[in-house]
């Protein structure tokens, strides 16, 4: 059981290119979660999604954000017209079920410059 | 602000020592988790404890959970200097995901 992947690890991006982050969850598990995480911080809640419908997205800004998880896939957090602001360390996790512990990835680490 | 708030920001102790940490939150919950996350990595999941239960012991590890006071410690005993890392609680409430607070800075000095 590989766990939850994620890539690319880093990621770097030229201010107004778009940036597209990758998970696949850990076997068995239904329930795919976003979260940002500046340095120093703790994380901060942007989207929760099942097979093919998003569930929650009250964390996710409203411009230039998006997230699926298709039927087939992994899931795919979508940044558009990148911006300094949006350099971070992006981790999905996964769960089998919705209040149970959380397996998270290794995160990929979005540099905008 | 975070519904979960750890205390204290950052801990440094010897190796054999114990730490702990602290985090209070706001509302009412399901249950409270504790993950840890080492330098530049994801967080690991440590230990789950349901609004119903008082305290659990997973290995070094000791949770309490206060409802009351709206608070949990985190209990980390005979730290090793492979304890080093950051230490979050989450809050599972009535919604649909964790909350995570800023977390404690564990540093435990050879």
């Known amino acids: 059981n590989a766990g939850v992947m994620q890539n690319p690890r880093h990621l770097v991006r030229r201010r107004g290119q778009e940036a597209r982050l990758r998970c696949s969850p850990m076997?068995?598990?239904?329930?795919v979660y976003w979260y940002r995480q500046l340095p120093e911080e703790g994380l901060k809640f942007m989207v929760y999604?099942?097979?093919?419908?998003?569930?929650?997205e009250s964390g996710m800004p409203k411009e230039r954000f998006s997230a699926e998880f298709p039927k087939e896939g992994p899931s795919i957090l979508r940044i558009q017209q990148v911006v300094r602001g949006d350099s971070a360390a992006y981790f999905c996790a996964s769960s089998g079920e919705r209040d149970y512990g959380y397996t998270f990835g290794s995160g990929t680490r979005l540099t905008v410059v | 602000s975070q519904q979960g708030e750890e205390d204290p920001q950052a801990l440094s102790i010897q190796e054999g020592e114990n730490a702990t940490m602290n985090c209070s939150y706001k509302t009412s919950i399901n249950n409270l988790q504790w993950y840890r996350q080492n330098s530049g990595r994801g967080l690991v999941h440590l230990i789950l404890i349901r609004s119903n239960e008082r305290e659990k012991h997973s290995g070094r590890l000791r949770v309490t959970l206060d409802t009351s006071k709206k608070s949990s410690s985190l209990l980390i005993t005979a730290s090793r200097a492979a304890d080093t890392a950051s230490y979050f609680c989450a809050t599972w409430q009535a919604g649909n995901m964790l909350t995570f607070g800023g977390g404690t800075r564990l540093m435990v000095k050879p």
């Open positions: 999604l099942q097979k093919e419908n998003i569930i929650d």
């Open positions: 076997k068995g598990h239904s329930h």
